[in-house]
């Protein structure tokens, strides 16, 4: 990950337009709040939308490429590091998503998806519940899947989901690179 940094950093002076990092607090097990990292996908200006809502500005063809590579996420692996997120796990969301999706999954569900560490990736990832959350349906998958991960959650669950999302990377970077 380190030789990425420089060369980014030079990319995101010109493309994207803001500090090469980003972070915003997450709540993370137990409900606490932390810090998570992320490299910079859109221009400092942006504001963060609501749920339901639209990034306000374009994301830029660098940040198109960090998000869909999965790249844009390495940074977390300082959370990691400090204990805050687990590799596998429930993706950690925003406090203010947290309140809104509690209205739609019920406070025991998100009390149970709490319970653990929250992680790089996850049962709900690999099955494509990932990024924008348009509807309270999927909302629903996501939350159900990040639950149903907890309660079966094993060494060979965690290996599929790594393996699985590991192949989910080099398939998007491979069609980045073939449109």
């Given at each position: 990950?380190?030789?990425?940094?420089?060369?980014?950093?030079?990319?995101?002076?010109?493309?994207?337009?803001?500090?090469?990092?980003?972070?915003?607090?997450?709540?993370?097990?137990?409900?606490?709040?932390?810090?998570?990292?992320?490299?910079?996908?859109?221009?400092?200006?942006?504001?963060?939308?609501?749920?339901?809502?639209?990034?306000?500005?374009?994301?830029?063809?660098?940040?198109?490429?960090?998000?869909?590579?999965?790249?844009?996420?390495?940074?977390?692996?300082?959370?990691?590091?400090?204990?805050?997120?687990?590799?596998?796990?429930?993706?950690?969301?925003l406090?203010?998503?947290n309140?809104?999706?509690?209205?739609?999954?019920?406070?025991?569900?998100?009390?149970?998806?709490?319970?653990?560490?929250?992680?790089?990736?996850?049962?709900?990832?690999v099955?494509?519940?990932r990024?924008?959350?348009?509807?309270?349906?999927?909302?629903?998958?996501?939350?159900?899947?990040?639950?149903?991960?907890?309660?079966?959650?094993?060494?060979?669950?965690?290996?599929?989901?790594?393996?699985?999302?590991?192949?989910?990377?080099?398939?998007?970077?491979?069609?980045?690179?073939?449109?």
């Amino acid at each position: 990950m380190l030789w990425l940094v420089p060369f980014l950093w030079l990319l995101n002076l010109f493309v994207v337009v803001g500090p090469l990092f980003f972070s915003h607090q997450r709540e993370g097990k137990d409900r606490k709040l932390f810090w998570c990292y992320k490299f910079r996908t859109f221009p400092k200006s942006a504001f963060h939308p609501k749920p339901g809502e639209s990034l306000s500005t374009p994301i830029p063809w660098l940040g198109t490429l960090l998000r869909n590579s999965g790249i844009d996420e390495l940074p977390q692996v300082v959370n990691i590091i400090r204990g805050e997120m687990s590799v596998i796990g429930p993706r950690p969301h925003l406090p203010e998503y947290n309140a809104y999706y509690q209205k739609v999954v019920g406070k025991e569900n998100m009390d149970k998806r709490h319970s653990v560490r929250p992680g790089l990736t996850g049962l709900a990832q690999v099955r494509g519940y990932r990024g924008d959350t348009p509807n309270n349906a999927s909302i629903q998958n996501r939350i159900n899947s990040d639950i149903e991960y907890i309660s079966k959650q094993s060494i060979v669950l965690d290996l599929e989901i790594i393996l699985i999302s590991f192949w989910m990377l080099v398939r998007a970077s491979i069609r980045r690179i073939f449109n």
